[in-house]
């Protein structure tokens, strides 16, 4: 992954992070901003790859080699930060995260790992062609599912 891709991904979760309303920010601890932020840029990504895979728009190899280098360099973010205790659906406004969370913070952690090795694996196939691309999407989203179906609450 090249500097300028990392310092565009980490440039807008920062901006992610400081854009929501004054409102907003004085109702919402710092940590889910931040973490709410990181999964917006991460959703923005897997939506240009997903768009992409299902033919909703075409496949451009430099497109989607940006978005995988970007699942990449967000996958780098340490996580400590982002999962204070007392910032779950339960204690706060404005967050799915489940307490779930915080019984079993290791295993939250280990499935954030894979996601990184899922998204290291799609930014090696993302650039060569549409069907390596899709094949290596897969994964992506396995482990966003992974997540998602234990702790993280529905809409």
């Known amino acids: 992954m090249s500097y300028r891709t990392t310092l565009i991904a980490l440039s807008a979760l920062g901006a992610l992070c400081i854009g929501p309303s004054p409102a907003l920010a004085q109702d919402t601890p710092a940590a ?6 990181q999964f917006q840029i991460m959703a923005l990504n897997i939506g240009v790859l997903g768009n992409m895979a299902r033919g909703t728009t075409d496949y451009d190899a430099a497109q989607a080699s940006t978005a995988a280098a970007n699942l990449v360099a967000i996958s780098m973010l340490d996580q400590s930060f982002h999962w204070p205790e007392g910032t779950d659906n339960m204690t706060i406004d404005g967050t799915r995260a489940e307490p779930a969370i915080w019984e079993n913070l290791p295993d939250v952690i280990t499935k954030w790992q894979a996601f990184g090795a899922a998204a290291t694996g799609l930014s090696a196939e993302a650039g060569n ?9 897969g994964p992506v989203g396995g482990t966003c599912s992974a997540c998602h179906d234990v702790y993280r609450a529905p809409q």
């Open 129 to 137: 062609g549409l069907d390596a691309m899709r094949a290596a999407l």
């Open 32 to 37: 889910v901003q931040a973490r709410k932020g």
